[in-house]
């Protein structure tokens, strides 16, 4: 595999070109703007959170290939989970995409394939956008940025 | 060795830039066309800077001693080059700046914001860099005058009708770039200068991205102030210039206050130099200004309508080269544009285009390029943008679109 087919994994490139949950939500009861002022890429996360667990999460807004496959991992991947089980994972998808660990949990399913970002130091911003962004929105913040 | 069926010699140029010659060795060549970022430097600006350092450094205007007057006359020689490179009238009217963007923020400072009240206006276009945008709101911040925004069209022409009408007795000052660092639009400043001129306002002209591909002549633009940064024209970064009519720079006040910029300090009052000296206030980049001296030298050996006519063709090449990629899309096609070319991709966003050129030594810029109002007149997240400079060849553009053909296929 080249560098670039490491970086641009089949899931990254299938979740660029059909996000998914890729739409706004009337009824979110959480929602922030993130930022990236150093490319201008711009996401909004919505979530509807019921009985401490996320039953609706989607995002939209524009952004590279690597941007747009994160966020839509990430809202497969975390809904109908607990609002603690989805803080966690953020802090794990976080710390992969960062380089503060090297193991990779069996739990990351697919969002394992945003690894190869770790190689790409400018484009580590891309892909930890829409998880600080989900972050923000459950703290009950407005916006994220990513500076 | 003729590269473009003109006399110019881009082999020899090559030569002349030391990391252009040695990222272009070995397996992975860099090809470079990120030069409205920044140019490379040739050994000769490199080697300016490290003999000022290394022979003739002191501090100026200060010490008797002869090392400082051998600074100083450094120092005021790069400003008569600098006269020259720009042909104004004397020396004194050049003042050296951190680089464009101080440049227009002093005279947003200096000049503009004592003479913002209600019903004055400023005048910018939709083309503008964050730099000639910025510094402006600062300015108008709590004046109670507006912001104008000369319009332009889908090709990237500016509307200069609109400019006629937007410009009035109320403007005081209207600033534009000659050249658009996104589109490459060449503005016709000169005609824009008359027409704010016939209406008493005063003219600013951000040259950042002209001084790189063509002679600049303030004389014969008639423009009041015009701004240019050394690191964009082959010379050291964190040094620029700021030309200004004397008459006009006479009547401004300083923009910061300190050392060498004063001929008397008390308590009680102080009183200020005369121009330059009065708006470089503290120490300046005196090797930065003799570096961007030798850059304004070298450019003028190589020949700015040599630099320019190469550039041309390596620019005709590229749209010839890059027109049949499927889904590219060239930004800004106004006639006779400079050799900056942006573009899109259908379906592949202009980050991934950077990462992926980059992978095959190809240095380009890609996002907003400091220019968001732009983005969102043209509805465009950002370009991929490939730019040209002296010591590029035909054969580093079709590197490009070899590239990019392989980023279609990949994406598709």
């Known amino acids: 595999m080249n560098e670039m087919e490491e970086l641009y994994r089949e899931i990254i490139l299938d979740h660029n070109k059909r996000p998914r949950n890729f739409h706004a939500m009337e009824d979110a009861t959480h929602h922030a703007d993130g930022h990236n002022p150093l490319c201008g890429d711009e996401i909004e ?57 090297d193991s990779i949990p069996d739990e990351l399913g697919d969002i394992a394939a945003l690894q190869g970002v770790r190689q790409f130091p400018a484009r580590i911003k891309c892909a930890t956008l829409s998880w600080h962004t989900l972050e923000e929105s459950l703290q009950g913040g407005k916006t994220a940025s990513t500076e | 060795m003729s590269d473009n069926g003109t006399a110019y010699d881009v082999a020899k140029v090559r030569a002349d830039f030391p990391l252009i010659e040695n990222l272009a060795k070995g397996a992975k060549p860099l090809v470079y066309l990120d030069s409205a970022a920044s140019t490379q430097k040739p050994r000769i600006v490199v080697e300016a800077l490290s003999d000022f350092y290394l022979k003739d450094y002191a501090n100026i205007h200060r010490g008797v001693h002869f090392l400082s007057q051998k600074a100083t ?25 951190r680089n464009a963007t101080e440049g227009v923020n002093l005279v947003a400072s200096s000049y503009a914001k004592s003479r913002l009240k209600p019903g004055a206006n400023i005048v910018l276009t939709t083309m503008e860099h964050h730099a000639n945008i910025v510094p402006w709101q600062m ?3 709590g004046t109670g005058a507006e912001l104008r925004v000369v319009p332009i069209d889908s090709r990237g022409v500016l509307d200069v009708e609109a400019f006629g009408k937007l410009v009035d007795e109320n403007t005081v000052i209207a600033a534009f770039s000659y050249v658009s660092n996104v589109l490459g639009t060449v503005n016709p400043v000169k005609k824009l200068t008359a027409i704010a001129h016939d209406k008493g306002a005063k003219v600013l002209v951000d040259a950042a991205q002209a001084a790189p591909h063509r002679k600049i002549d303030v004389a014969d633009i008639g423009c009041d102030f015009l701004v240019l940064s050394g690191h964009k024209i082959y010379g050291p970064t964190g ?53 961007m001296a030798a850059a304004m030298d070298y450019m003028e050996r190589i020949g700015l309508a040599n630099i320019e006519a190469h550039e041309a063709a390596l620019l005709s090449r590229c749209r010839e080269k890059l027109a049949p990629i499927p889904g590219l899309k060239e930004i800004g096609t106004a006639p006779g544009k400079a050799a900056v070319f942006s573009f899109t991709l259908e379906g592949v966003h202009p980050h991934d285009i950077g990462t992926f050129l980059d992978a095959d030594n190809i240095a380009i810029r890609a996002g907003h390029h400091c220019a968001e109002p732009l983005m969102k007149f043209l509805k465009i997240p950002g370009t991929a943008r490939a730019s040209f400079g002296m010591y590029n060849t035909a054969e580093e553009v079709d590197k490009l679109a070899t590239a990019l053909e392989k980023i279609v296929k990949f994406f598709a």
């Open chain 1, 45 to 101: 996360v919505f979530v509807k959170v019921e009985g401490g667990k996320i039953a609706d999460i989607s995002f939209q807004g524009e952004g590279c290939a690597i941007s747009k496959s994160s966020a839509s991992l990430m809202t497969s991947a975390l809904k109908g989970k607990t609002l603690d089980e989805a803080k966690r994972e953020c802090g794990i998808v976080v710390a992969m995409l960062t380089g503060k660990t």
């Open chain 2, 139 to 141: 300015a108008l911040e």
């Open chain 2, 73 to 97: 006359d450094a120092y005021e020689k790069a400003r008569e080059t600098a006269r020259r490179f720009v042909n104004a009238r004397e020396a004194a009217e050049c003042i050296f700046v």
């Open chain 2, 239 to 291: 040094i620029g210039l700021l030309y200004a009519k004397r008459e006009i720079l006479e009547k401004m006040p300083p923009y910061q206050g300190g050392g060498d910029m004063i001929l008397t300090v008390s308590f009680e009052k102080t009183t200020y130099k005369g121009i330059p000296d009065r708006f470089e206030a503290g120490t300046p980049h005196i090797a930065g200004a003799v570096g």
